[in-house]
């Protein structure tokens, strides 16, 4: 009996002291860490069309398309599809992709969901943070000069 | 020999409408008029428990704001769940037992109603008070089984029947210990009638402090009250006895069949129990209608107490597991039912010394 | 090249060379494998060598038996283990033909193989002599084909003449005509079934007299997507969706052991203090969840604890989120370490995973108010859902379930990696075999992961700031040398989680198998329920602690 009362004790303490875990969204926004993964931003100043992203997604989400120069065409990026990894941004050397904090969007069909380049240009910023700063101590990692053998395959 | 009854709401229905000088008729219709109300102010009860109140309990037990978008403090969530329950579609299994099955949530809803109709709820609320009036309580609301039963075996699903089953089996382990408990009651009392048991429980008991104590049989005979509680709790079938509607081993018990207009009114049937459960443990162990202040205002203490039974059922859904069936029916036969026939010996005893 | 003829060859360790001479008259050739001995036997001396090394040599832990398929041959690969050194390694290969690929089952040895064959046989298409029970597992019974193999069309249509189908509407004969046994499925859309699970139940009034488990329906077939991705980047998502609530690092870190063991990669020791740290708070966000479906299951639906699990474990996910950058997905750690380092400032977050784990102690005794001191709950949980110690031996349960059953086996502590054995903590061991005391080794679990957490914080905070490495230096491309093996496990959130991966000198693995501590567990349930109630049935489900996205892959 006394485990009971005890359990039933701890709830109604709970229900007394009117803490709540829960907000009230969207009056009170999330907070969301510097680091979260959310939909692409594309930059196509900085973009050099190496075709790394689209090589090292693992599930075919990224689609470029090039002329016979070798300029880009387009740039798809089905952000339905996408499983948020973020090795597109990692591995991108000149930081033409990377991954806002934004994660609210929406579509009407799941085709809508393809974007193309000029609608990843757009992507805005979540709450007008550019997210680059923290992410930037990564790229020494992967572009970095290091002891012993480098494949640059 | 016919049950005695006096009805004092239609008695006074009739006489502000004027309806008296009708004879049967006219008390008839005024019976009819203060059913409705009363069954109306059940139903607004049982609204605003079922979709708004127990989500607002539950919330806060676990530290969530729940139902506060619409309306202010979210009360406009009753009726919009409403207009969604009701607008849902109305599925019938196949191989369903037809009458039945459209049947049983009647009956479940029903029979709660059927008991609202002897319970004095204070400032002159009463339908009617016959001399039998705890009998018929007890009898009326127990109905609800054959409610449950049907609604089981009528879904042709074994999950209905599984729950269906359990149900029974619980209702009947557990009524047995809810009637003799009561029944220790009218040995106080040495009346069945209602208002007469709301009566005996007005004197003082004991004046502490200048507080006068009235002599509630929950003061009077505690472990009563407890048993009464714990049987009752168990009759409608809520925490830690909800084994027949368990949702994680028979999804939804013997209402799994049921939805839209049929739903709604097994789930609004349930509350009524509770609020039924409540009133008359207020009845029989709370001195019913009784608080300080003028007796005009009764039915407010008597909604506050059958609330505050609704709230102990929250307060036990957030925080007791439940209990196996066999463990449940253990329970009923060999706990309850010696202790219930203990408190009758040991009322009988106090009884004779005392009186 | 056998070395049938020589008992003694001086130049094998000894070790080996007990092994060879206790299988003396069944080994037909050796392999390498990077973790272990392997002895190839033909294919009707399966249960002699098994049986042989189970009772005499002492390895009692079948722990993965891997199905493959070469242009000359099929392969079954059975991976045992001690359970008193998870260390002490051999394998098994059984080699049959192309054309008629049969080999004897290893079930009457370890009842483990039951499941690990039929999923052999549903996958890659091997079929086992003296199975009790071989059909299809994973795939529905209709599937035409075997999708690991070489030769599957996938393309092909799967539409099946109706006639092929089980027929619904048919009356069940599985008992006697005149039994009172009942059948009912339960799930897969159900509220307790923790996913997508199938059990097919015959009941005998309220009593269990069957419970057969039907899985398969979350198979995505994360091996072959894992086949079809490079070593270096593309696998490292997808480990993640195994065991999917929030074990998300413990998944990659088994990924991560068995790749960095195969190419020869050397995690620097900060970054080992930063995996530690992360999959301890992973593991207790997975418990949490796992304590709160527990009591969702005894306690019905409205219950304070599952929400309060929810509110700690939503703490725990806001340090990850804040660490990786995602709350259940992480994607965090690469071959070589980890991707980026702490979160800058760094004060700020040591300060927010102190503050967690200083409420940890708090939360628990909340949790052992509310639930472990509950008489009903202990009515309900003690002496239910037995497990015994050497049933659960041979089903190769391992993790809470194994230590729930007084089997004091924990990868961590036997089989060490990452930064656990230099750290100062327990592993806690019940010996009830029943609901309650899994219940206990999961809470308690949670207690031993915050104390590992607080370690790592200290040393992190001191660490000095030149010598902070997250990353080795690994090329871009990774290409293992050919036709190496290995096999690794470590002590995911339910149990052993192990991968196999074997190379062929590609960037990407040619045979990627993964060894998941819930299909094991899984198979348990009917020895844990059969003649209870569906309530304790249910209960021990949810004690069982299974994620189907772990069962089914």
Known sequence: ?153 | MILQTESPLPDVLADLLGLSGFGVAGEFVAALIAAFIVGNVMLAMTGVAGPWAKRKITAKFTDRIAADRIGPAGIGTIPADALRLLSKELIVPEGADRPAWDIAPLIVAGSAMLGFAVIPMGSGIQLADPEVGLAYVFAVASIASLGMVMAGYASNNKYSMLGALRAVAQNLAYEIPLVVTGVSVVLFTGSLRMSEIVAAQQETLISVGGIAIPSWFAIVNPFAFVLFLAANIAEVGRNPFDIPEAPTEIVAGFQTEYSSVYFVLLYLGEFLHIFLGGAITAVLFLGGAAGPGPESIGFLWFVVKIWAFFLLTQWLRSAAPRLRIDQLIEIGWKGMLELSFLNLVLTAVIVGVVA | MSLQEESETPEIESGETELEALLDDLIVDTDDHENAPAFVIRPDTVQETLGRLKNEAGYDHLSLVTAEEYPDRYESIYHLKKFDDPTDEVSIVVPTDSEKPVSESAEPVFRTADWHEREAYDLVGIEYDDHPDLRRILLPETWQGHPMGLDYDQDRPQMVPLRENANPLQDDHRSDADSDTMFVNIGPHHPATHGVLHLETTLDGEQVVDVEPDIGYLHRNEEQMAQNGTYRHQIMPYPDRWDYISAGLLNEWAYARAAEDLADIDVPEYAQIIRTMGAELCRIAAHMLAVGTFALDIYGDFTAIFMYAIRDREKAQNILEDLTGQRLMFNYFRLGGVVWDLPEPREEFFEKVRTFVNEIPDALEEYHDLITSNEILQMRTVGTGILPEEVAKNYGATGPVARGSGIDYDIRRDDPYGYYDELDWEVPVEDGCDNFSRLLVRMREVEESAKIIEQCVDLLEDWPEDERNIQANVPRTLRPDDDTEIYRTVEGAKGELGVYIRADGTEKPARFKIRSPCFSNLQTLPEMSNGEYIPDMIAALGSLDIVLGEVDR
């Not at chain 1, 510097?34 to 997604?57: A, L």
């Open chain 1, 1 to 153: 009996m006394i485990g009971i009362l005890k359990g039933m004790a701890t709830t109604m303490k709970h229900a007394l002291d009117g803490n709540t875990f829960t907000v009230e969204y969207p009056e009170v926004a999330p907070e969301v860490s510097p680091r979260f993964r959310g939909v692409h931003k594309f930059s196509q100043e900085r973009c050099i069309w190496c075709r790394q992203c689209e090589d090292v997604c693992p599930n075919d989400t990224i689609q470029i398309v090039m002329d016979e120069q070798r300029n880009g065409e387009e740039y798809n990026l089905h952000v339905g599809q996408c499983i948020y990894c973020r090795l597109c941004e990692e591995v991108c050397p000149v930081d033409a992709i990377i991954l806002t904090q934004n994660f609210e969007f929406t579509a009407d069909t799941k085709d809508e969901f393809a974007y193309n380049k000029e609608q990843l240009k757009n992507v805005p910023w979540y709450k007008g943070s550019d997210p680059l700063e923290a992410r930037n101590p990564d790229r020494a990692a992967w572009v970095g000069e290091g002891a012993g053998e480098v494949d640059y395959q």
